[in-house]
């Protein structure tokens, strides 16, 4: 069975820095791709970055492009995402997600598209 394992997360200043890992096992990588999104209460799940594991092709979300870095290491099929200069706004539950695709794509990071997901971690981003 497909397990994603998080780490990472906790409290951190605006401006600061902080990474997330996300380990898969059990899937197929053939035509995998991961993803980050992230979430707060009330408010609409957001893609924060996805990647196509063959080619290491990403898209970022605008609220993150040039301080947000995914990245992946297909030694250990790991998923990691390198947040800097943080802000109180991305304080959110981040969930690491994977699909395998298929071919099948679309704009941006499809949350509906994703079959397997993370237990998330949270990321608490103080003034």
């Known amino acids: 069975q497909v397990q994603m394992a998080q780490s990472g997360g906790g409290f951190v200043q605006a401006g600061g820095s902080l990474t997330l890992s996300c380990t898969a096992s059990g899937l197929t990588f053939d035509d995998v791709q991961m993803a980050w999104f992230r979430h707060t209460p009330g408010k609409e799940r957001e893609g924060i970055a996805c990647i196509l594991w063959s080619s290491g092709s990403t898209y970022y979300d605008g609220s993150v492009k040039g301080r947000f870095t995914a990245s992946r290491d297909s030694t250990n099929n790991t998923l990691y995402l390198h947040m800097k200069d943080v802000r109180p706004e991305d304080t959110a539950m981040y969930y690491c997600?994977?699909?395998?695709?298929?071919?099948?794509?679309?704009?941006?990071?499809?949350?509906?598209?994703?079959?397997?997901w993370g237990q998330g971690t949270q990321v608490t981003v103080s003034s």
């Open positions: 997600a994977a699909r395998n695709h298929g071919g099948i794509y679309y704009t941006g990071c499809v949350d509906v598209a994703f079959t397997y």
